[in-house]
């Protein structure tokens, strides 16, 4: 048989009979737990069954208190005047007593009066206690039963005169009475009838309507008692009952016994414990006993790893330095010999401070150099970047890293060197390039700035030409019309043709007007952005447009979809009237000419936003118009029919507002073969908030 078959075979019967021992000492202090449990609940159920026949008896006098009142035995022969008065003396002798009802019946059994509603009461409770005081003949009796869950418990004794039965005083008894005490004291009893129907339980999680113990266990001790384990919301009981022969109940006492598991789980946890100590102080001498055993080959398998060691570091590709603490080289790998051009002489009588010159090296090599030089603190380094010294004086670059071991129980210093010379070289070209390529981009860069700006300068100089044409194109042409006028105004005042003055002075107001409205235009387009937005109506700002420019709108087709609860957008009233009023007349200018004029204006709500469009049918503009529409005096119309300022004022009021406008095609819209005419602006404005 094998060591490690043998070893396994040893732990198997270890384990076997540690797990029989445990089990064996919980089973002991299980039985002799529940076998004192069971003598303990037995004397406290003895207790609690004495108890419960004291509390029934203390009710056994309370029928005699009305019995022998004159006032019951006066309503009983007849005289109903007194009957309210009975009935409130009863509800006092109930209250006092804590009972639930006093009732007087006649001989057979009916109900004469109560201190309750005579709706709660039972009239075969009345038969059964005139059955039961005929068949008895005692001075008090008693009945019980259960009826839905309920127990119920009567006191009756007969109400004579003299000689003569007039009738019976019953007193029904409030069962809770049993359970006070035993509440008081947390202890857990149950009542039943004969047919093992629960009605009563000093537990107020149990409903006893419901309870039905179904799960229960029995066991049978040593001493051959036998225990009823019963198992309740999860909780195990010992239950002991006894069966009150009078009553025909059953009373069941359930004691917990989660204490006792408590209990039998700590002294298997004790014995558990003694027996892992035993066991670590067998595996202690055994370990002892194999640690000396070991020692031998381990001082065997140390040579032979350091030879091994020696191996490994002789083929590293990289140049490995052993050092102690006082920097001297205990140990140089083939490779690090090569680096350094060192023979085997050499190296028995150099230091770590040769192969490293002090004002050469990092600063990280610096002090690791001074701290081994004067036996200071040595921390660890890694792929550090140094210059090396070669045994004929050349230098060349290394990389570097330092870790501590412990070698033969001695603290030593293992040292990485690794050649990178080559990978300088590479590094130094590379940055020659990055250098080149740095000139290159700056020198493309000034000249990109350099055009930026000629075309910034043309772009200003190209809109100031549009800007000053489109003036001087407005402004001459009534100009002229004035001085025209005035000249032919002098004649006429010396000729004296007033009327034709008249007419002439007209046409003067309405070209000076006519200045006036571009001048206007260019004050606004110049109109600096509102300080603050606020709530402003689609609806009603739309209603005062179409008010506004209503003769225009006679012969148009204006259709308007909105909902009825639009949200406010957040702009500002003033320029919401501009923009609409700029793009329907707008609409307007485009469809002039057409047969049937049709304007549409929508507003929908549309994840946080309004969206309002403006469609006509008018002929529309092209595509290449489009990307210029929005621009500053650049109009589609004849010269002295507009600045080209409407639409960009619209655009500017628009984006004041926070708000955007596109405009398209209605071909683009819906469809591709090109003929459905006109053209839709789409204006999209921010939701106001309700605060």
């Known amino acids: 048989m094998s060591a490690g078959i043998k070893k396994y075979l040893i732990i198997f019967f270890v384990l076997c009979a540690f797990v029989s021992t445990a089990l064996l000492s919980r089973f002991i202090s299980e039985e002799w737990m529940l076998s004192a449990a069971q003598t303990e609940s037995e004397n406290r159920f003895l207790n609690y069954v004495g108890d419960t026949r004291r509390v029934l008896k203390r009710y056994y006098y309370l029928p005699s208190l009305i019995a022998e009142n004159s006032k019951n035995k006066l309503l009983l022969q007849g005289d109903k005047a007194g009957i309210s008065e009975v009935e409130m003396h009863l509800e006092q002798l109930d209250k006092s007593a804590e009972t639930n009802g006093w009732y007087i019946l006649d001989p057979e059994g009916v109900l004469i009066a109560s201190s309750r509603d005579h709706s709660g009461w039972i009239k075969n409770d009345g038969k059964l206690i005139a059955q039961r005081l005929a068949e008895q003949q005692d001075e008090v009796v008693t009945l019980s039963y259960i009826t839905e869950g309920n127990g119920h418990y009567y006191l009756a004794a007969d109400i004579y005169e003299g000689n003569l039965r007039l009738g019976i005083a019953v007193v029904k008894v409030n069962l809770s009475a049993l359970t006070e005490s035993w509440l008081a004291s947390d202890e857990f009893v149950l009542f039943s009838n004969e047919q093992q129907t629960f009605f009563l339980s000093t537990n107020k999680k149990i409903n006893t309507q419901k309870f039905e113990p179904d799960l229960w266990k029995k066991r049978v001790l040593f001493d051959r008692t036998r225990l009823h384990i019963w198992e309740v919301e999860g909780q195990l009981y010992l239950v002991q009952q006894v069966l009150l022969d009078d009553l025909k109940w059953n009373i069941y006492y359930l004691a917990p016994i989660s204490d006792i598991n408590k209990s039998i789980n700590i002294v298997t946890l004790l014995v558990l414990t003694l027996l892992v100590l035993l066991l670590f102080l067998l595996l202690f001498i055994y370990e002892r006993r194999q640690k000396l055993l070991s020692k031998k080959q381990f001082q065997q398998l140390l040579l032979e790893s350091e030879h091994r060691l020696q191996l490994i570091f002789n083929k590293a590709n990289v140049g490995l330095m052993l050092l102690d603490t006082n920097g001297a080289i205990k140990y140089l790998n083939h490779t690090a010999k090569r680096y350094f051009y060192l023979s085997d002489f050499l190296v028995k009588n150099i230091s770590v401070n040769q192969l490293f010159p002090l004002q050469d090296c990092s600063h990280i090599?610096?002090?690791?150099?001074?701290?081994?030089?004067?036996?200071?603190?040595?921390?660890?380094?890694?792929?550090?970047?140094?210059?090396?010294?070669?045994?004929?004086?050349?230098?060349?670059?290394?990389?570097?890293?330092?870790?501590?071991?412990?070698?033969?129980?001695?603290?030593?210093?293992?040292?990485?060197?690794?050649?990178?010379?080559?990978?300088?070289?590479?590094?130094?070209?590379?940055?020659?390039?990055?250098?080149?390529?740095?000139?290159?981009?700056?020198?493309?860069?000034?000249?990109?700035?350099?055009?930026?700006?000629?075309?910034?300068?043309?772009?200003?100089?190209?809109?100031?030409?549009?800007?000053?044409?489109?003036?001087?194109?407005?402004?001459?042409?009534?100009?002229?019309?004035?001085?025209?006028?005035?000249?032919?105004?002098k004649l006429l005042i010396e000729r004296g043709e007033m009327q034709i003055l008249s007419a002439n002075m007209k046409l003067v107001n309405t070209l000076i007007d006519r200045m006036s409205a571009m001048t206007k235009q260019l004050k606004m387009f110049a109109f600096n952005r509102p300080e603050k937005l606020q709530a402003v109506s689609v609806s009603d700002t739309l209603q005062q447009v179409l008010r506004i420019h209503q003769h225009r709108l006679a012969q148009c087709d204006v259709r308007v979809r909105m909902p009825a609860q639009l949200n406010s957008i957040l702009g500002e009233s003033h320029r919401l009237n501009q923009v609409l009023g700029n793009l329907i007349v707008n609409a307007l200018d485009a469809m002039q000419g057409n047969d049937s004029q049709t304007l549409n204006i929508s507003a929908v709500q549309e994840q946080g936003n309004i969206i309002i469009e403006v469609t006509d049918n008018g002929p529309g503009v092209s595509e290449e118009q489009l990307e210029h529409l929005f621009e500053p005096f650049y109009t589609s119309k004849k010269i002295g029919e507009g600045l080209g300022l409407g639409l960009a004022i619209t655009a500017n009021s628009v984006r004041d507002m926070q708000g955007t406008i596109a405009a398209v095609n209605n071909a683009k819209i819906m469809g591709k073969d090109g003929n459905v005419p006109g053209m839709t602006f789409r204006l999209t404005f921010l939701i106001a908030s309700s605060d």
């Open 365 to 489: 090599i610096q002090l690791w150099l001074k701290n081994l030089c004067n036996k200071g603190p040595v921390s660890e380094f890694s792929a550090v970047e140094s210059i090396a010294k070669r045994s004929d004086g050349t230098q060349f670059p290394v990389l570097l890293s330092l870790i501590n071991l412990s070698f033969h129980q001695q603290q030593v210093y293992l040292l990485t060197v690794i050649d990178i010379s080559k990978r300088k070289k590479a590094e130094n070209a590379l940055r020659s390039v990055n250098q080149q390529l740095e000139v290159r981009v700056e020198q493309r860069t000034a000249a990109l700035r350099d055009a930026q700006e000629e075309l910034v300068q043309s772009s200003k100089m190209a809109a100031l030409g549009r800007m000053s044409s489109a003036i001087t194109h407005e402004m001459n042409q009534p100009l002229t019309g004035l001085r025209t006028l005035l000249s032919s105004n």
